[in-house]
Structures are given as structure tokens and as C-alpha cells.
């Protein structure tokens, strides 16, 4: 199901019942829209492919990609390409690493994307394995392709700076500070997060 938008509504509003900064901002921006992705391959390919580049240059990489190896393709079909083949589709040497061990682990079923751990500590070290992939992307897979309630990613700036503004404090806290503040939010702070990301880019504010 994941963090629908009716699951999000329900969740803030239990929130806001107790963090009233909360239902202030509830008041002011309204609520988020829902960000559910299918849980999978792709789905974790798009996260490698997106990182540190536009969202138009990602999307370049996946189409060249898809007309390279075909709609649907797997990972077989992309470790059967050499590094030329990809870097034509946008692939730099770098991602090209960080693709082919997402491949390898999801060819040798060390890694199902689709029977993840339930715990979400232990499913986020599963999928730190993948080179490339640090706690922050691990936590964005759970958090927008399985819809994990209680994911919350302390290491985002944005969800920093967000709860930053929500709660009117001085400055930014950082990443230890972040995750210890939400600690009043759990098991909702997935929906915390998807606000927080709301709240920061409100341009009203």
C-alpha cells in the first residue's frame, strides 16, 4: 500500500494532535502529496542513475538506457554491455560500478529487492551493500518503494531545514540532532519526513 495520501492525511493529523507546530503548518501549507514508487530493480537503478545530477539529466540516462537494452530490461542485460555501450547511454565510470554491483547482487540473489528484511535496520544494511549506496539512499528506497512508516532520513538537508523551520529553532540541526528530535514522532515519521520535504519547499514561506 505505502504512504498513500490518505495514510499521510491520517498520520500527520495524529501528529498534529500532539505538536501543535505541527497543525500550525498543516494550517498554513496543507498536506503533501503522496511519492510511492514501485519497489524493485528499477526502482533502484533510478535511485544510482539520479544521484548528484538534474532530474532532466537523469531521465536522459534512463530513456538511453531503456532504448539500449530494452523496456523492462534486467540486470543480466545490463552486465552483458561493456563500458562503452553504457557510457554512450550516460553512464560515467563511477555509476557504471555502482550499476554493476547492484546487478551482481541482484543476479547471485544476494539481494531481492521484493523480500527485503522487515526490519528496517537490517534492510537498510542489505542495501548499503550495493557500492554507492549509503544510509540516505537506503532510507529514500524504503521510504518511497515500500512505504516504510517509520523511515525517517535524518542525513537529508532539506528534511533538516524543515524541521528547522517546524519547530523555529536557531539553527539547523545536524544529523544526530535530527534523528533525536523525530524519536517523539515514531512509528509516523515517514510521514514526518514527506512533510518535512513539503514544508521546506513551500514557496509561501
Known amino acids: ?12 493529523d495524529a501528529l498534529a494532535l500532539r505538536e501543535p507546530q ?3 503548518a498543516l494550517a498554513r501549507v496543507g498536506y503533501p ?28 540516462v534512463w530513456n538511453k538506457l531503456e532504448a539500449e537494452l530494452g523496456a523492462d530490461f534486467t540486470p543480466a542485460c545490463l552486465l552483458s554491455r561493456d563500458f562503452d555501450a553504457l557510457r554512450a547511454c550516460g553512464l ?12 551482481e547482487l541482484a543476479q547471485s540473489g544476494e539481494l531481492d529487492l521484493h523480500n527485503l ?12 551493500r550495493i557500492k554507492g549506496i549509503g544510509r540516505w539512499s537506503a532510507e529514500i528506497y524504503l521510504l518511497f518503494a515500500e512505504g516504510r512508516p517509520d523511515i525517517w532520513p535524518a542525513g537529508d538537508l532539506a528534511v533538516q531545514e524543515g524541521v528547522k523551520r517546524l519547530l523555529d529553532l ?16 515514531s512509528p ?9 520535504w513539503h514544508f521546506y519547499a513551500n514557496p509561501a514561506l
Do not use: H
Open 22 to 24: 505541527l497543525a500550525s
Open 92 to 103: 560515467s565510470r563511477q555509476k557504471q560500478g555502482y550499476a554493476r554491483s547492484l546487478c
Open 117 to 128: 528484511p522487515v526490519d528496517d535496520e537490517e534492510a537498510i544494511a542489505l542495501l548499503t
Open 188 to 196: 509516523q515519521r515517514g510521514s514526518m519526513a514527506i512533510f518535512t
Open 170 to 185: 536557531e539553527e539547523r540541526p545536524g544529523e544526530n540532532v535530527t534523528r533525536k528530535l523525530a524519536e517523539r514522532w
Open 33 to 60: 502529496e503522496a511519492r510511492v514508487r514501485e519497489p524493485g530493480f528499477a526502482t533502484m537503478l533510478r535511485t544510482i542513475i539520479g544521484q548528484q545530477v538534474s532530474v532532466a539529466s537523469a531521465a536522459s
Open 1 to 12: 500500500m505505502g504512504l498513500t495520501a490518505k495514510k499521510l492525511r491520517d498520520d500527520l
